[in-house]
């Protein structure tokens, strides 16, 4: 299959896409910047691939509405020591985890099911897969960042900043490390819409209501009233995530787990989430954070 069918086939998608250096990663010089050229016309991508039939294909995440999550394979051993997530070692009994498996692990804990990862999944170079799902570009919803749960493991591409970021297309191919690998698609879906879990995990955080200063209020004080009702008031399938939030929030905010336990417990439990639940989430949520802090 030509390289030009492959770009033809990502329009059909939908997709925003530019030319991608032959069995490279980075932008072909016809591509110009990227994040201004990248199109969904069919002349210009006619044109691009005429003047470069072997380019890869790079798709464009902002324009394409897409959220994608690369998932990488484990390079080296012990490759989740010093994150978060160290402990999937024992767990696994493995000491090399894959991306896959470190997202798997956060999506259970945060509210997944399983039809969440039904969506299109291209194999990478390397074996690592590229999650697609689809960002709606509608009212209330918060901006995306480019985010990382575990840096060059799990990875996202999307929305966030001036251009957003990009990923190689199904059909490209790059020679890396004295092989060829190329990018296949494995399950031919349509992307579907992130789950709450994976838009709380990407999303820009909305800043926390000030609360007023009362004059009766003692020096020091810290009013969480804003997390708290955040925290009250998520719909379900984000309760835990806003739970994480406003817990990893307080942490900053230099709170004790005990301070965070109390002030949020009682209206994660208002949210319908049980005790264990609520204790394990912001238990989490200070792990995370603190080791973010480097703490």
């Known amino acids: ?17 530019f030319p991608v250096k032959e069995l490279g990663k980075e932008p072909h010089p016809f591509a110009g910047q990227w994040g201004i050229t990248a199109t969904n016309d069919l002349a210009q991508v006619l044109r691009w691939w005429a ?17 994608v999550v690369d998932c990488d394979v484990a390079k080296a051993d ?28 956060y999506a259970s804990e945060h509210g997944a099911v399983g039809s969440d990862f039904n969506t299109l999944r291209v194999r990478t170079r390397a074996g690592g897969f590229h999650l697609y799902y689809s960002w709606p ?5 918060r901006k995306p960042s480019q985010g990382s749960l575990v840096k060059g493991v799990v990875d996202v591409r999307n929305g966030g ?32 819409q992130v789950p709450g879990w994976l838009y709380e995990m990407v999303a820009e955080k909305p800043p926390r209501p000030k609360a007023p200063v009362s004059r009766f209020q003692q020096p020091g004080t810290v009013s ?8 009250r008031t998520a719909f379900p399938g984000n309760r835990n995530n806003a739970l994480l939030w406003a817990a990893r929030s307080m942490c900053s905010d230099g ?12 209206a994660a439990r208002i949210a319908g989430l049980d005790p264990l639940e609520i204790e394990q989430t912001i238990n989490s949520a200070y792990r995370l954070q603190q080791y973010k802090d480097g703490v």
């Open 1 to 17: 299959m030509a390289m030009l069918d492959h770009a033809l086939a990502a329009l059909q998608r939908g997709w925003h896409i």
């Open 161 to 192: 900043g001036r251009y957003g970021g990009y990923v190689l297309g199904p059909g490209s191919a790059v020679f890396e490390d004295g092989f060829v690998g190329s990018y296949d698609i494995e399950t031919d879906l349509p992307a579907r």
């Open 255 to 266: 709170a004790t787990e005990e301070d965070a336990q109390t002030e949020l417990g009682q």
């Open 78 to 105: 012990w490759n989740l020591v010093g994150t978060p997530y160290a402990h999937l070692h024992d767990e696994f009994r493995k000491s090399r985890v894959d991306g896959l498996a470190v997202l798997s692990v």
């Open 137 to 141: 570009n509608v009212e209330g919803w």
């Open 51 to 67: 003047d470069a039939p072997h380019a890869n294909i790079g798709v464009a995440c902002k324009p394409s509405g897409l959220c």
């Open 224 to 231: 969480y009233a804003g997390l708290v009702e955040s925290v």
